[in-house]
């Protein structure tokens, strides 16, 4: 079992770059398949990226393309996701997830990932 706490989110304006970070603990990071979600008020949780665990292979949401980058530091066990090119659509809470049996085709589906962080607010401000 994966313990995941996110931090590093905040206000930003929009045009402008965040980063925020899962740290993971409890278990070995290494065989875990980590993504991050969000969801903004009254919307549903969406899908933004994803780090295979094998690999390091990447998976975007076609909102975020080009704008975000997943990564993940195997020795300090920790996930990030850069965020630059912010823009108001993208505040929301972000969560970190992570999931052991997860192939390619279900990267994206928060179904997939069983142990999940309490979010971190991102807030991009027009």
């Known amino acids: 079992q994966v313990q995941l706490v996110e931090s590093g989110g905040g206000l930003v304006p929009a045009g402008g770059s965040l980063r925020v970070s899962c740290s993971a603990s409890?278990?070995?990071?290494?065989?875990?398949?980590f993504g991050w979600f969000r969801q903004a008020p009254g919307k549903e949780r969406e899908f933004v990226a994803a780090?295979?665990?094998?690999?390091?292979?990447?998976a975007y949401a076609d909102s975020v393309k080009g704008r975000f980058t997943i990564s993940k530091d195997n020795a300090k066990n920790t996930v990030h996701l850069q965020m630059n090119a912010l823009k108001p659509e993208d505040t929301a809470v972000y969560y970190c997830?992570?999931?052991?049996?997860?192939?390619?085709?279900?990267?994206?589906?928060?179904?997939?990932?069983?142990?999940w962080g309490r979010g971190t607010q991102v807030t991009v401000s027009s």
């Open positions: 409890g278990s070995t990071f290494s065989t875990y398949t």
């Open positions: 780090i295979k665990r094998y690999g390091g292979s990447t």
């Open positions: 997830a992570a999931g052991t049996s997860i192939i390619t085709s279900t990267m994206s589906k928060a179904s997939a990932y069983a142990y």
